[in-house]
């Protein structure tokens, strides 16, 4: 179903490369300020399309190495998560990339206990492949999913002796949420997806009717002989399920503070479009909500956001991700194991005091200010295209590259650091770009923008 675009006003220059280099953080991964002044020129409506509509881009991705991928006790999770960190770095498609995140931490499933990386390859594919599409087609494939079926014990429910861990998980984390569901739903919703088995040998998935519950069921209040597929359908057509999508996907592409006219638009948006996630996301980012001072400061940067986005935005390509997967499980988001079904509690728990020197030691790092390490980035480059003719002028570009809105005590700061003007004065403006780059990286600001 066709929605009606945003159309946004007017703005200067720079107002577009902040709304647009804001819309290429949240709704991806960041990008170099040349990517970022192209799409600027568009404006920003031109900008949403080009995420949006990611299938009219060549996809970059490639296949992980099949040696990678393995069930049992030859399984590892960290070369597929270093093949995903490169796909996220690299990839023509970042909103899929960001999609495909979300909905890791949405289904939560984790090879400690699915134990399986060609299970979660999958999964993550599953992820991908349904990023924008319609939240029942997605739904469906996660309930006959490999890595799901053992991660919630779905193998195991049979007519018999029901389980009740994915009957459960899929209303209160899944699609409705807490408190809009009662024990007897639960237990109806186990009795409709029994049946469905796991082949440990080959990992297909099959339905086995003699193991299926087809007796009457009621469900959220609808009676029948209902299947998995009519738990699906009942799920995703209930009136609490827009809205608590609405809300996951505000609180990780925007912030942990809700807009609650933006969700309710964003509902809305789902129901009138036969549930497309599509849908959903025009909503959020053609809102003026999205790109107003307090969204654009206040969501906490995900240790991957943190690690990807730096990398993105200033265009880096010697950097060694061998540490990388280790390094996120240090900073609490390890990829492909998320702590528990409810997946990682985000926002201001992403910030404590070992994460953050751990993120300052990053910066550090890159920057060429730590011991024995050479930094990554060029400054000439920086530098040449900048062509600062003050140290403010060459402040305000690296925060407007970084997408940082500087506060008067961290302007300050800088300034004090960089030192007075003019430019020609005997310093080495090299080390003091740098410096720059690398105070900014671990500023208060950096970790919300």
Avoid at 291 to 313: A, E, I, M, N
Avoid at 354 to 369: D, V
């Amino acid at each position: 179903m066709h929605t009606k675009k945003t159309a946004f006003p007017p703005k200067n220059v720079e107002a577009n490369l902040r709304d647009v280099g804001h819309l290429l953080r949240r709704a991806g991964f960041g990008a170099p300020r040349a990517q970022v002044e192209h799409l600027a020129q568009g404006g920003l409506a031109a900008a949403i399309d080009s995420l949006l509509n990611f299938t009219q881009v060549p996809a970059t991705l490639t296949p992980p190495d099949p040696s990678i991928l393995a069930t049992g006790m030859m399984a590892r999770i960290e070369p597929l998560s270093m093949w995903w960190l490169i796909a996220m770095i690299t990839s023509s498609r970042p909103l899929q990339e960001k999609m495909t995140l979300f909905w890791h931490g949405h289904f939560a499933t984790a090879f400690y206990k699915v134990r399986s990386s060609q299970y979660m390859y999958q999964q993550n594919q599953l992820f991908r492949q349904n990023a924008l599409g319609r939240f029942d087609d997605l739904l469906t494939g996660v309930y006959k999913d490999p890595a799901m079926m053992i991660w919630l014990d779905g193998r195991l429910n049979v007519k018999s002796l029901p389980n009740e861990n994915f009957g459960r998980e899929v209303l209160e984390l899944f699609t409705l949420g807490y408190g809009m569901y009662t024990e007897d739903d639960v237990h109806a919703n186990a009795r409709a997806f029994t049946g469905w088995r796991l082949d440990g040998q080959t990992g297909q998935v099959t339905f086995v009717p003699r193991l299926h519950d087809d007796g009457p069921k009621t469900l959220l209040g609808q009676t029948g002989n209902w299947g998995a597929e009519d738990a699906v359908r009942i799920m995703c057509a209930h009136p609490a399920t827009g809205t608590f999508l609405a809300s996951r996907l505000w609180r990780f592409f925007a912030s942990d503070t809700p807009s609650i006219s933006v969700e309710e638009r964003m509902a809305q948006a789902y129901y009138n479009s036969d549930h497309s996630i599509a849908a959903m996301m025009r909503a959020m980012l053609t809102s003026p909500e999205f790109y107003s001072l307090q969204t654009r400061t206040s969501g906490v940067k995900s240790p991957v956001d943190f690690l990807v986005t730096t990398v993105r935005q200033l265009g880096l390509t010697q950097v060694d991700l061998t540490t990388w997967p280790r390094l996120l499980a240090v900073l609490g988001q390890e990829l492909f194991n998320p702590p528990n079904v409810g997946g990682w509690a985000g926002g201001i728990n992403w910030i404590n005091g070992g994460t953050m020197l751990t993120r300052f030691n990053i910066a550090s790092r890159l920057t060429g200010n730590a011991p024995g390490s050479k930094s990554l980035i060029d400054p000439n480059v920086i530098l040449n295209a900048a062509d600062p003719q003050s140290m403010g002028q060459l402040i305000f570009y690296l925060s407007t590259t970084l997408g940082i809105d500087l506060t008067a005590i961290t302007e300050r700061a800088l300034t004090r650091f960089a030192g007075p003007d003019p430019l020609d004065r005997p310093v080495d403006l090299n080390s003091t770009t740098l410096g720059l780059i690398h105070l900014m990286l671990v500023s208060p600001e950096y970790q919300t923008a």
